[in-house]
């Protein structure tokens, strides 16, 4: 019995033909790129290694892009800017073992940011596994056990039948909001023997949607819409969910200000009379936060920098959308709407009432102003020009991406992002080395625009050897590495809390990083604050990768969150 709604599983007469008769010379690892190639995957990231050739031999067989990198944790975090920038599942490639582990960082990234990665991993042969110690190459006791606690889901394989099964339900994983990393696991024998199943096609991993609870949003808009001082907290899941016209729609009929977290960058007009920025490291903005009648939350959990280091406690009502269940409620008491961003956005601004307040955006200039006047005072302007000078080099589409450096501290509350989805940094974990391995995912993901990498000289020697992946592809990456002569945040961090760093710890031996860049073939030039703006300029408008050298000593801003 059939029903009108059932679809039709009949395979058509192509299907068959190449059921019955697949192309010859097929193995496992044939398996895994046909069923990305099917999910609809076009690149994929990765380092090979025993177990997993297998999986690299494949890929001459396939129309997928293979873009290598030289070490596994900077495959990841090109593949998890990937993902940022196109919203799709990025596929990462890793051998067994110390291949897989070194990936464990740049995974760690991505569950913090919401990327979506899709980690392939193989395996010791199968007869290896269950615990047991067959001192295979790469052996671990338990493999996945180092994944459960970074990733969203793990999915073993043990066939070759329950190839296109698990990479599905990982891609659906990875997809499903909260975005996130995945990863999936397969032996090398499985990889390498002969496929004697059919090629994989008609494949279909649709993620739900987080939907919210109607009775939950229309609370929501009473609340908004009766609110004195409403104020909105905009973070990264705005961007994710592509809802920042939403967004900006929602505070203007509110007369609502909003303030975006450094990972909600972009997600509302840093020009807006209703804009407070992203000044969330400042205790002028936080009191202003902290004395709206009704906060709302979009996209963000409140977490230890988006509360300027714990020290914000709202005095109203708060209301906190949330694609992450984990996230809801985790920080402070709200009513709490689990659901995507732009699927609550959308509820809310057909429910609640436009409120009018011509007394917001002088309220708004007014936080702006004493920030300004509390920066003013610390004599910080080389910092400022600096980072001014990046802005004006930059065109507006072209997207950043920042390491763990004081340039990116002062970009997190000071930088124009000017476009939604277009400034992202290592702020989600804190590891370093992540700016120019994620910018050379980016720009692989579009080449169509440059691309902007901002490192510390001790953040660059993270991924130095990435400039050779650099030329090999011709990316279109201008890599800005400012050199203060070593880990600057740490020293100043030390100095802060001690008295004096230890030398020994913070203070480094670099390379002329001019001259390692053009050993590579990639130009490389040293600049100064008065011609950067020019020096970016330049390498920007150049096809392929550069480097700009500033050698600086910058400073950060005074906390506000210490007493």
């Not at 589409?397 to 340039?407: A, E, H, K, R, V």
């Not at 002329?512 to 600049?527: K, Y």
Request: aromatic content about 6%.
């Amino acid at each position: 019995m059939t029903h009108d709604h059932d679809q039709d599983l009949r395979p058509t007469a192509a299907q068959t033909e190449a059921a019955l008769n697949p192309p010859p010379g097929r193995i496992g690892g044939d398996l895994v790129v046909e069923t990305l190639a099917g999910l609809g995957a076009t690149t994929v990231f990765g380092l090979p290694g025993q177990h997993a050739l297998g999986i690299f031999d494949a890929l001459r067989r396939s129309s997928l892009r293979y873009v290598g990198l030289r070490v596994e944790n900077n495959a990841g975090f090109a593949a998890d800017a990937y993902g940022r920038i196109t919203g799709e599942a990025a596929p990462l490639l890793l051998s067994t073992g110390p291949g897989a582990l070194t990936s464990l960082a740049a995974l760690q990234e991505a569950a913090a940011a919401s990327a979506p990665v899709l980690a392939i991993g193989s395996q010791v042969p199968a007869a290896g596994l269950g615990g047991g110690r067959r001192g295979y190459l790469h052996e671990l006791t338990d493999q996945q056990a180092s994944f459960r606690g970074v990733v969203k889901s793990v999915h073993p394989v043990r066939t070759q039948s329950q190839i296109p099964s698990a990479i599905a339900a990982a891609w659906e994983s990875a997809l499903t909001a909260p975005h996130g990393p995945v990863w999936v696991e397969i032996p090398q024998d499985v990889l390498l023997a002969e496929a004697r199943l059919p090629v994989v096609t008609a494949m279909d991993a649709t993620p739900e949607d987080v939907v919210p609870r109607p009775e939950l949003t229309a609370l929501a808009a009473d609340l908004l819409s009766r609110a004195k001082r409403p104020a909105i907290i905009a973070g990264g899941g705005v961007v994710r969910a592509d809802a920042s016209g939403k967004l900006r729609a929602l505070a203007e009929r509110l007369n609502a200000p909003v303030v975006t977290t450094f990972g909600g960058k972009g997600a509302f007009p840093w020009t807006h009379p209703l804009s407070l920025q992203s000044w969330l490291e400042d205790r002028h903005t936080t009191d202003f936060l902290e004395d709206a009648d009704v906060l709302l939350v979009v996209g963000s959990g409140l977490g230890e920098l988006s509360s300027n280091y714990h020290t914000f406690r709202p005095r109203g009502r708060v209301v906190q959308v949330e694609a992450d269940l984990g996230k809801l409620e985790a920080n402070h008491p709200a009513l709490g709407i689990h659901a995507d961003a732009r699927l609550a956005l959308s509820a809310l601004l057909e429910t609640v009432d436009a409120r009018t307040d011509p007394t917001a955006p002088d309220r708004v200039r007014g936080v702006l102003e004493k920030v300004g006047e509390r920066i003013a005072a610390q004599e910080l302007t080389l910092e400022q020009d600096v980072l001014a000078s990046v802005r004006r080099a930059l065109p507006d589409d072209s997207p950043s991406f920042w390491d763990m450096t004081i340039l990116a501290y002062w970009a997190w509350s000071a930088f124009d992002a000017r476009r939604p989805n277009t400034m992202h940094s290592a702020q989600g974990s804190g590891g370093l080395g992540y700016g120019f391995p994620a910018a050379l995912g980016a720009a692989a993901a579009d080449p169509t625009r440059p691309v902007l990498a901002v490192s510390g000289d001790g953040g660059a020697l993270y991924s130095i050897a990435e400039l050779a992946t650099a030329k090999q592809y011709g990316l279109d990456v201008t890599w800005l590495i400012v050199d203060d002569g070593g880990y600057g945040i740490l020293r100043a961090y030390m100095t802060d809390a001690f008295g004096e760093p230890t030398a020994g710890a913070t203070e480094l031996a670099r390379p002329d990083f001019v001259a390692l860049a053009e050993s590579f073939g990639v130009p490389g030039v040293r600049t100064s604050p008065a011609t950067l703006e020019a020096d970016l300029a330049t390498a920007l408008a150049a096809p392929g990768p550069s480097v700009v050298v500033l050698p600086a000593v910058l400073r950060m801003f005074a906390p506000t969150h210490l007493g």
